[in-house]
T-cell receptor, first 114, second 113 residues
Framework: DQQVKQNSPSLSVQEGRISILNCDYTNSMFDYFLWYKKYPAEGPTFLISISSIKDKNEDGRFTVFLNKSAKHLSLHIVPSQPGDSAVYFCAASGARTGANNLFFGTGTRLTVIP | DSGVTQTPKHLITATGQRVTLRCSPRSGDLSVYWYQQSLDQGLQFLIQYYNGEERAKGNILERFSAQQFPDLHSELNLSSLELGDSALYFC????????????FGPGTRLTVT
């Protein structure tokens, strides 16, 4: 049962434009959401997170938006750069669920075209 | 560099064999998590240890086991290996028990032939 879903396996964007990566979740008990970036042959790297008490969190070129009613979050990258080309994983956590782990989506491969 | 180290980077072995993957967490982190990533799949949580004690179990097979030692490094033991066990195995660490930001190692790629 995939509780965190990333329905777009891949996304291509021109350099300088906005990249929008989407993520849906099914468990309303999740209260913390994270985005990780992964380059080939490396482990995932933490990028940005958001608590369920917020609807937006910004860090430089990266902004995460959370829509709790729709159980949807998105990662915006503006402007996109070729170095942003990687696989992006959405993850969710919920101490209230009693689970002590992160639930990951299957990832979206972002390609930024110079 | 996340500060989490994993050895070996690559492992090739035959079906039926047993292997041990090793992980050293970031300095100061007490929790270690193990994840499996099969081809085109997300990361599947296997097991968590906190300060030497098992804290949470995910989709870990009975053929797999793990432990965390007093120096906080952890080992994941995979036995009676099958072709389907071929995957990337990641270790992650965090300071406390609540799995907010976790820091991942580079992974061990296991190939079972």
């Amino acid at each position: 049962d995939q509780q965190v879903k990333q329905n777009s396996p891949s996304l291509s964007v021109q350099e300088g434009r906005i990249s929008i990566l989407n993520c849906d979740y099914t468990n309303s008990m999740f209260d913390y959401f994270l985005w990780y970036k992964k380059y080939p042959a490396e482990g995932p790297t933490f990028l940005i997170s958001i608590s369920s008490i917020k609807d937006k969190n910004e860090d430089g070129r990266f902004t995460v938006f959370l829509n709790k009613s729709a159980k949807h979050l998105s990662l915006h990258i503006v402007p996109s750069q070729p170095g942003d080309s990687a696989v992006y994983f959405c993850a969710a956590s919920g101490a209230r669920t009693g689970a002590n782990n992160l639930f990951f989506g299957t990832g979206t491969r972002l390609t930024v075209i110079p | 560099d996340s500060g989490v180290t994993q050895t070996p980077k690559h492992l090739i072995t035959a079906t039926g064999q047993r292997v041990t993957l090793r992980c050293s967490p970031r300095s100061g982190d007490l929790s270690v998590y193990w994840y499996q990533q099969s081809l085109d799949q997300g990361l599947q949580f296997l097991i968590q240890y906190y300060n030497g004690e098992e804290r949470a179990k995910g989709n870990i097979l009975e053929r797999f086991s793990a432990q965390q030692f007093p120096d906080l490094h952890s080992e994941l033991n995979l036995s009676s290996l099958e072709l389907g066990d071929s995957a990337l195995y990641f270790c992650a660490s965090s300071l406390g028990t609540v799995p907010y930001e976790q820091y991942f190692g580079p992974g061990t790629r296991l190939t079972v032939t």
